[in-house]
T-cell receptor, first 113, second 111 residues
Framework: EAEVAQSPRYKITEKSQAVAFWCDPI?????LYWYRQILGQGPELLVQ????????DSQLPKDRFSAERLKGVDSTLKIQPAELGDSAMYLC???????????FGAGTRLSVL | GESVGLHLPTLSVQEGDNSIINCAYS??????FIWYKQESGKGPQFIID?????DKRQGQRVTVLLNKTVKHLSLQIAATQPGDSAVYFC??????????FGKGTTLSVSS
């Protein structure tokens, strides 16, 4: 069964350091999403890609966060510098042309010390 | 902005009972609704979805009901099993846009 792959699963870093997360969507899925989930809450969108283009990054803190999907396949989300409040689960999801279902990866749990 | 909310943060049921998890949404322009199950430390897992041109949709042991008049969504799980214990989220969107999630309901199933 096709899955969204994310790495690493866990990341511990100190504040002011740089971190990067990687996502490989389900093969053939043109739309890719990055969400952030704070413990006890639902995921919230950070950025949405359609192929290699950003469709919505209105909630992305652009002073420290960046995201790219250069070839329209896999994607990287970067935080520099990390702050204590960035501790959360970072989830990647993808969807295809046949339906609107977003399929999620297992996420990257970030802890900023 | 618009958001989706859930009526109860927790729900406890006995194994074999039917479970009903409720959700209220506020954006009348939303035309797509979806339920996810999330186990501890894992990503959300798709359960069932429904479009605004439908009132009811059934899957395996699950049914989603949509009441557009009162902006209410519910997930019914038949013969609830211990493996159904998780946090359940409803989410809404307009076609092709990102999902807006509620806070979730924690379902606990005791045997």
């Amino acid at each position: 069964e096709a899955e969204v792959a994310q790495s690493p699963r866990y990341k511990i870093t100190e504040k002011s350091q740089a971190v990067a997360f990687w996502c490989d969507p389900i093969s053939g899925h043109a739309t890719l999403y990055w969400y952030r989930q704070i413990l006890g809450q639902g995921p919230e969108l950070l950025v949405q890609f359609q192929d290699e283009s950003v469709v919505d990054d209105s909630q992305l803190p652009k002073d420290r966060f960046s995201a790219e999907r250069l070839k329209g396949v896999d994607s990287t989300l970067k935080i520099q510098p990390a702050e204590l409040g960035d501790s959360a689960m970072y989830l990647c999801a993808s969807s295809g042309w046949t339906d609107d279902i977003q399929y999620f990866g297992a996420g990257t749990r970030l802890s900023v010390l | 902005g618009e958001s989706v909310g859930l009526h109860l943060p927790t729900l406890s049921v006995q194994e074999g009972d039917n479970s009903i998890i409720n959700c209220a949404y506020s954006n009348s322009a939303s035309d797509y609704f979806i339920w996810y199950k999330q186990e501890s430390g894992k990503g959300p897992q798709f359960i069932i979805d429904i479009r605004s041109n439908m009132d009811k949709r059934q899957g395996q042991r699950v049914t989603v009901l949509l009441n557009k008049t009162v902006k209410h969504l519910s997930l019914q799980i038949a013969a609830t099993q211990p493996g159904d214990s998780a946090v359940y989220f409803c989410a809404e969107s307009q076609a092709g846009t990102a999902l807006i999630f509620g806070k979730g309901t924690t379902l606990s199933v005791s045997s």
